[in-house]
């Protein structure tokens, strides 16, 4: 029994334990979370999803280390997080990408930051970029791309840099429909084939619930999580099906009860 449990403590990546931060605006104290626990597996694909000012972007700086905890603890493979590192990737609904950079030397500027030898930086560099499928534009710059493929730039940038976990804030937010989508596949596809951990804010339950294994429910004021539920549904998944259907009218339920 103690064995099994040391083994499956193992196994979590990150644990998040009494969580809360305060920040003040203008004088005034602001909760903008409040006691968050949460472990997360190695492998596993989390959304969080919740309203505005839930939280959703701090738990997530906090865990890039770009944040501490007013109170808590916050560990990856046992070790407080307190800095930045290589191992968290972050990727943000504005990119975030070196406008001065080419594509292939915004992939690669991390290891080529690290000191990794040339050979090794240009293999890295080319495996990502050919993995998100912008070969042809790997000397392009980022404002000749599209939002989707400046998205495609900021995964494999975060990728070449061995992340371990990616932090996705709203990544697909400012995309259109259908380009939304296809990023939707191809982020999947490419969490399948490297077994990334994956956790990823959305507003919208239904792109949740269509990439999660487990979807992480919060609501504002103070930012609180609220639900922790397996999504079960074989993979891929079809918007249309009654089973997927049943499930946004749950969380739908889960969010507004909250609200
Ligand atoms: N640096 C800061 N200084 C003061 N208040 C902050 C700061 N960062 C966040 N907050 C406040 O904390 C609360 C939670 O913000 P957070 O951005 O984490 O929410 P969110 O769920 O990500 O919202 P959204 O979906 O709109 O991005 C909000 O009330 C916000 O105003």
Not at 96 to 124: D, H, I, K, Q, Y
Not at 177 to 185: D, F, G, H, I, K
Not at 223 to 235: F, M, Q
Request: contains cysteine; glycine residues 10%; aromatic residues 6%.
């Amino acid at each position: 029994m103690a064995d099994g449990m040391i083994t499956s403590a193992a196994l979590n990546i990150l644990d998040i334990t009494g969580v809360t931060k305060r920040f003040s605006f203008n004088g005034e104290p602001i909760v903008a979370l409040e006691g968050a626990n949460l472990t997360v597996r190695k492998g596993e694909f989390v959304c969080l999803i919740g309203p505005s000012g839930c939280g959703k972007s701090t738990l997530l700086r906090m865990i890039a280390g770009f944040e501490t905890p007013s109170e808590g603890r916050l560990s990856m493979w046992g070790a407080p997080v307190s800095v930045p590192g290589p191992d968290r990737g972050m990727v943000f609904q504005d990119y975030g990408l070196f406008p001065w950079l080419s594509v292939a030397r915004n992939v690669g500027f991390g290891p080529a930051a690290r000191g990794r030898p040339r050979a090794e930086v240009e293999a890295t560099t080319k495996r990502f970029v050919d993995m998100v499928g912008l070969t042809r534009f790997a000397d392009a710059y980022p404002h000749q791309l599209s939002g989707g493929m400046k998205q495609r730039v900021a995964i494999a940038r975060v990728l070449a840099n061995e992340a371990e976990v990616v932090l996705m804030d709203e990544p697909f937010g400012a995309l259109d429909a259908m380009t939304r989508e296809n990023l939707q596949r191809e982020l999947l596809e490419i969490w399948e084939r490297t077994r990334l951990t994956v956790l990823f804010v959305t507003h919208a339950i239904e792109e949740a619930i269509l990439l999660a294994d487990r979807i992480v429910v919060m609501s504002p004021g103070p930012g609180r999580i609220v639900a922790d539920e397996r999504v079960s549904l074989p993979r891929p998944r079809d918007p249309t099906d009654p089973e997927f259907n049943a499930l946004r009218r749950r969380f739908s339920a889960l969010l507004g009860s909250h609200h």
